[in-house]
């Protein structure tokens, strides 16, 4: 009976021991990480509704250009949009994931522009991916990037008589 009694204690002692180590070890390895408003997703939304609004004094706000300044943004996507006739007519968020302090946000988004070969308009469909930062704890879109049908810009071919 006695013996029982000291190796229930035993037990109780060590099942203690062990999910106070894993509380520990758990709460230094995966300390819980501050949440920054707006969320990328919400970034990656805001910015996308400013390039389709072709507000681009707003999606100023949302892009981390460290090379260009606010006028120099708004010129310089105005002769983007207008040399290629480029129209966002549509998009949708479809996931977003967080690292420390990145993150990518997938989409998919319908577009027209006019084609570099022809000349004549496009509608394209297709997934792109958008990195963000995180600087003085606000999300910044830095880069996007096309993944899924993408139109590549084909060098013309010179045929020689």
């Known amino acids: 009976m006695k013996n ?10 060590f099942a203690i021991a062990i999910s106070s180590c894993a509380d520990r070890i758990i709460a230094d390895t995966n300390p819980e990480r501050p949440t920054y408003k707006p969320s990328p997703t919400v970034v990656v939304d805001s ?3 400013a390039l389709k609004d072709e507000d681009f004094k707003k999606a100023y706000k949302y892009a981390y250009t460290p090379s260009s300044d606010e ?5 310089e996507m105005r002769n983007i949009y207008k040399k290629h006739q480029l129209r966002i007519n549509s998009f949708e968020i479809l996931g977003t994931h967080i690292y420390d302090i990145t993150a990518t946000v997938v989409v998919e988004l319908d577009s027209s522009f006019k084609s570099p070969t022809t000349g004549k308009i496009i509608n394209l469909s297709q997934r792109s991916k958008y990195n963000l930062g995180l600087f003085d704890k606000k999300w910044k879109v830095t880069r996007g990037e096309c993944f899924e049908n993408c139109l590549e810009e084909v060098p013309e071919i010179q045929i020689d008589d």
Do not use: N
């Open 71 to 75: 006028a120099g943004y708004i010129i």
């Open 4 to 13: 029982r009694h000291v190796a229930a204690l035993l037990v109780l002692i």
């Open 47 to 49: 910015f996308l509704k």
